[in-house]
């Protein structure tokens, strides 16, 4: 289940992460968007500062807030609802990502450009997403599927079947497992610490 923004300390950790991820050297809104990362961070932390005020119910602020996250979503096609992503959420590059309302997205997990994780035909079911899952661009997510940890899905892979084994690369139309070296091999990147500071690096 999500971690949800509740708390000042919870806020804070959230936007140190992302900032980091982003290559910021601040955890304040950017000012200038000057590069690609200074916008896609923005977008990070007025979605993370919506969530807050909107969960401890500081209504003027939280809506204060999602008029402006809901302008730069709606100029660069991205929607991501709130409370959706944990932890470590990143955005490789400005482009169109359609996130339906009922999707869970874990810890550490990426977008590409042209993405999306919907429901299946007329129903409500959306896809819950692990911790560490890289989306290829152009993928698409349907239906109440899994996925597990550390998936890495290919680009252009319509993905309509849970999978759940960890750390393996899903590809195709219909997807399916093509390999065993997923998101950890793939990238070896910083894992999100826990709040207890301990950090584990893969190497």
């Given at each position: ?15 140190n ?17 000057i ?12 979605l993370?500062?919506?969530e ?9 602020k ?13 100029r ?14 990143k ?53 109440g ?16 079947k ?42």
């Amino acid at each position: 289940m999500n971690t949800h923004i509740r708390t000042r300390d919870d806020l804070e950790y959230f936007l140190n992460i992302e900032s980091k991820g982003y290559g910021q050297h601040s955890i304040k809104c950017p000012i200038l968007e000057i590069r690609e990362k200074d916008i896609l961070y923005k977008h990070n932390y007025l979605l993370r500062k919506t969530e807050y005020h909107t969960n401890v119910g500081n209504r003027i602020k939280a809506l204060f807030y999602k008029i402006l996250l809901r302008r730069l979503q709606n100029r660069y096609c991205i929607h991501i609802g709130l409370n959706q992503c944990d932890c470590g959420l990143k955005i490789m590059h400005l482009g169109p990502i359609l996130v339906n309302g009922n999707a869970i997205i874990g810890k550490n997990c990426a977008f590409h450009i042209n993405t999306a994780l919907v429901a299946s035909g007329m129903f409500d079911d959306a896809p819950i997403i692990g911790d560490g899952v890289v989306i290829g661009v152009g993928a698409v997510v349907i239906g109440g599927v899994t996925i597990a940890n550390n998936i890495a899905i290919g680009a252009n892979a319509v993905v309509t079947k849970s999978f759940l084994e960890e750390n393996i690369a899903i590809a195709g139309i219909p997807a399916k497992k093509v390999s065993d070296n997923g998101n950890l091999v793939w990238n070896r990147r910083t894992i999100v610490p826990q709040k207890s500071d301990k950090v584990h690096i893969i190497v």
